[in-house]
């Protein structure tokens, strides 16, 4: 049985201020949770906030990007080891948000994950398809593709280091997301693809988390579903009793 994973991804929201008043808005709310993990993905510099503001509890903290290299003339980027020391024990890597506006590829993709790995951060790689793709009928060939590259050369790996996040780009930010079954589908085909690449027992206990338009409302059906283990929250994690009330579905 896998555990349930909630991500609050904060984008390009809440300086340290706000980060601080909404984490002390959150922790009462979400006390009495005990069956889902929880992890905010503040941007880099509310960091040090989140941080001191979670201390106590288990709550998770990650970061919304990073640079495959330990340190070095990189103007602008952020090293692995430097979100060890900022508190992240993840990094969500490959954001279709990143990929689309930022160049990122599948082999920044894949430079990426091995380096979270290696300094023991749980990679958040996110995968999806557009809307030009899937009329196309591609997605499949579009997530298996950016599947493979994403984890090429890595043989072995601790489940706990990967959560793996299918954000279909047209559901992101739309309002509409993907149905429970149409997601299902593809987290089913995505976990067949890490068979691929892994022993059973590991591929069984890696979480696939669904990501575009999740709300309070509309959580519940998509958790029902077997393959989905938990969701990647944008514009409705940025409400602290909003996102408490998704977690809380998730937990029961
Ligand atoms: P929305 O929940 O705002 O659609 O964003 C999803 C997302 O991109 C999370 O990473």
């Given at each position: ?34 069956n889902?993990?929880?992890?905010l ?7 040090h ?38 508190g ?27 380096a ?137």
């Open positions: 049985m896998r555990r349930r994973v909630l991500i609050g991804n904060w984008k390009m929201h809440k300086p340290a201020r706000e980060a601080r008043a909404y984490v002390n808005e959150f922790l009462p709310l979400i006390q009495h949770i005990s889902v993990d929880i992890i993905a503040p941007p880099f510099t509310s960091l906030v989140v941080k001191e503001a979670i201390k106590d509890t288990t709550i998770g903290l990650a970061s919304q990007n990073m640079h495959w290299n330990p340190h070095g003339a990189f103007t602008g980027e952020i090293s692995p080891a430097m979100l060890c020391d900022s992240c024990q993840a990094a969500i890597i490959g954001h279709s948000e990143r990929r689309q506006l930022s160049h990122e590829d599948d082999n920044k993709v894949n430079r990426k994950v091995k979270a790995i290696a300094h023991h951060l749980t990679a958040i790689m996110c995968v999806g398809e557009t809307q030009k793709d899937r009329d196309a009928g591609k997605t499949s060939d579009v997530l298996s593709h950016q599947l493979i590259e994403g984890l090429s050369g890595i043989d072995t790996i601790d489940t706990t280091q990967l959560i793996l996040a299918y954000e279909p780009i047209w559901a992101i930010g739309s309002g509409t997301p993907a149905t429970p079954t149409q997601a299902n589908r593809v987290h089913a085909e995505l976990r067949k693809l890490l068979g691929t690449l892994f022993p059973a027992s590991t591929t069984e206990s890696i979480r696939i988390i669904y990501g575009g338009s999740i709300t309070a409302e509309n959580i519940q059906p998509l958790l029902a579903m077997p393959h989905i283990d938990g969701g990647l929250v944008g514009g409705a994690c940025l409400n602290p009793q909003n996102f408490a009330t998704i977690v809380d579905t998730a937990d029961n």
